[in-house]
């Protein structure tokens, strides 16, 4: 079991940026695929940003030039840095971990909220 537990979220104006962290319980999380996703109001969860084992990132492209993904296996920790945001940005933002060729690990974190409003 891996307990995920997001943080950084808030309200900003448009144009500003937050960073996201999702701290991880385990000590194995370097094993794991990390995910930021979000779901806005009256919309599906979508998929954001994700990194592999590997460090390879991958982007929707609605954030690509935007948002940056980057983990630190010594701390258990990945981050989504979020720069000239968007009203569109808005929703709740979940942390996800994956174990590649394990269906069964994996983990979703609460979410946070991010708003982008003047």
């Known amino acids: 079991q891996v307990q995920l537990v997001e943080s950084g979220g808030g309200l900003v104006q448009p144009g500003g940026s937050l960073r996201l962290s999702c701290a991880a319980s385990r000590s194995t999380f370097s094993v794991y695929d990390m995910g930021w996703y979000r779901q806005a109001p009256g919309k599906q969860r979508e998929s954001v940003a994700s990194i592999t084992t590997g460090g390879w990132t991958n982007y929707a492209d609605s954030v690509k030039g935007r948002f940056t993904i980057s983990r630190d296996d010594a701390k258990n920790t990945v981050y989504l840095q979020m720069n000239s945001l968007k009203p569109e940005d808005t929703a709740v933002y979940y942390c996800?971990?994956?174990?590649?060729?394990?269906?069964?690990?994996?983990?979703w974190g609460q979410g946070t909220q991010v708003t982008v409003s003047s």
């Open positions: 996800n971990a994956n174990r590649r060729g394990w269906p069964g690990l994996n983990y």
